[in-house]
Every structure is written in structure tokens, then in C-alpha cells.
DNA sequence: CCGTCATATTGATAACTGTCAATGTTAAAG
DNA sequence: CTTTAACATTGACAGTTATCAATATGACGG
């Protein structure tokens, strides 16, 4: 898979019903869980924060501050990307991330949502 | 039962950085992973759906519609406690079980505040 | 074409996680 | 006190995950 899965058109969490509001199938309950799997790691998170706040980031410009190896950036990248988190293009040589805010809104519309009133 | 009262005197992302904002710091990646791996297992999701949905259950209701055995849903209300999630108070022989809004909303504004300040 | 750089993939390994049977604990009932 | 019901805890096992070394792919510069 030379070319990562760049395309989030189809966002992962497509219908997502909230938590509070009928009870949750079993197959949007596994789909959920896998994004939020993916925000369940550390190293993620900061990746995630570091992206968020520059914009745009090279994977090059990860492994420093992350204190990771190459392979392992490489492998949390792909996880973030499969979970509609955030998107990469291929410029040169380098891979440019930026987050995906319309996923990131839906997940936490998913759980601002898993309230009785409000 | 409509309303459940909640007395979360400190939630367990007190101070919780959003995404965005500055570089999380290791200990709050640490911290809030915990909590999304909470988030990250379909039973736990479709329990905390259940709660929410009802406002309080008992854990001996919990045990037929996730079709899993007493002490998975025990080991799966603790995770989801320790993360600040539900709460539980014993009355009697039954467990019942609860939802905490403010955590959820704390987690929820971690996710809304990670992007490019629309 | 050749060497170099950025990234992806593979393989191996240690650590973690979900699950249930068996057992412990505590509170109501008889 | 004894029994029973609801939960919690322990122990064991299978499946998953994070990590890195080694290697492959692919693009750029000579």
C-alpha cells in the first residue's frame, strides 16, 4: 500500500449516533471503539496535538519530538489516518499530516451527546 | 431515575489541555489515553450507552443485553469508573451505575479544541 | 544509473487486554 | 446462624498492541 488512505470523504464515524440517545448497535459500537482506540495511546495524542497546532506536519518533524523511531511514527501515522483522524499528502519525498477537524467534531459530538438532558 | 444527581467532586482530567492549544505534555497524554482507552472497547461503549440511555442501571441489568459474563461486566464498570465515566453507588445488594456529564463533556472539549480555532 | 534520504513494510518480542471459571465478600432473607 | 443473591477479585489463557531492527519502496540529486 504505497499510497496511504488519504481520503476521508467518507468519514469513518458516518451516522455515529450519540451514547445517550438509543441504545448503541454492536457494529457502531465496534466502529467507535476503534477511533477511540486510536486517541488511546500516549504517543498518539502528543502526535495528534503536535500536528493540530503547527498545521501541517512532516513525518520527519515527528520523530524528535516524540523520541519514537521511524517505523514506529510511521506505524502511529497509519493508525490516525485509518481512523479518519487525520489525512496525508505525499509531497517530494516528504509526508504532510494535517488533522481531519470534521472527524474530530464528530467524536466529540458523540459524547457530548451521552447525556440525559442537556 | 430521570435525572441522575451527580457529585463528581474532581474529575479525573482536571486540567486537560485541549489538542490544539500547546504541545501535551507526556503526563497529560498519559492521563487522557487513559480515559480514551476506556472509550475503547465496544462493550464499554454500548454499556455506557445503556446508562446514559436509562440515567441509572444496575449492574445485574447490564449482564444480559451485553451478553457477557458477571465478572466482565464487573471488570468493565471498574475501567469505566476509574476514568472518571460512570459512578456507582451500592444500595442494597445492587450496584447502580450512573453517568458522569462533566467528564464527558471535559473529554468531549479535549476533542472540539484540537483544531484550527474555527 | 547510482547513491542518498524519507517513508512504508515485515518480523520478532515484550507488554497489555478481554474473557470466563473459580472463589471471596457482603448484604438481605429465612 | 445459615442460605442465597449480587458483586468483586483472582488466575489463566488467547488475542491484541507498541516497539524497534532489518529491509523494501520511491523520489530526488548528481
Given at each position: ?21 438509543s441504545?448503541?448497535?454492536e ?11 486510536a ?9 495528534l ?30 493508525i ?39
Open positions: 500500500m504505497a499510497t496511504p488512505r488519504i481520503d476521508v470523504a467518507d468519514s469513518v464515524v458516518s451516522c455515529c449516533s450519540p451514547l445517550g440517545d441504545e448503541l448497535s457494529a457502531e459500537a465496534v466502529e467507535t471503539a476503534m477511533i477511540f482506540g486517541l488511546s495511546d500516549p504517543v498518539r495524542l502528543r502526535m496535538s503536535l500536528i493540530a497546532s503547527q498545521g501541517e506536519v512532516c513525518s520527519c518533524a515527528l520523530e524528535g519530538p516524540l523520541g519514537k523511531s521511524q517505523p514506529t511514527i510511521s506505524h502511529h501515522t497509519r490516525l489516518n485509518e481512523a479518519g483522524l487525520i489525512e496525508g499528502e505525499k509531497r517530494g519525498r516528504w509526508m504532510w499530516w494535517h488533522v481531519v477537524p470534521e472527524q474530530l467534531n464528530q467524536v466529540a459530538r458523540i459524547l457530548a451527546a451521552g447525556l440525559p438532558t442537556t
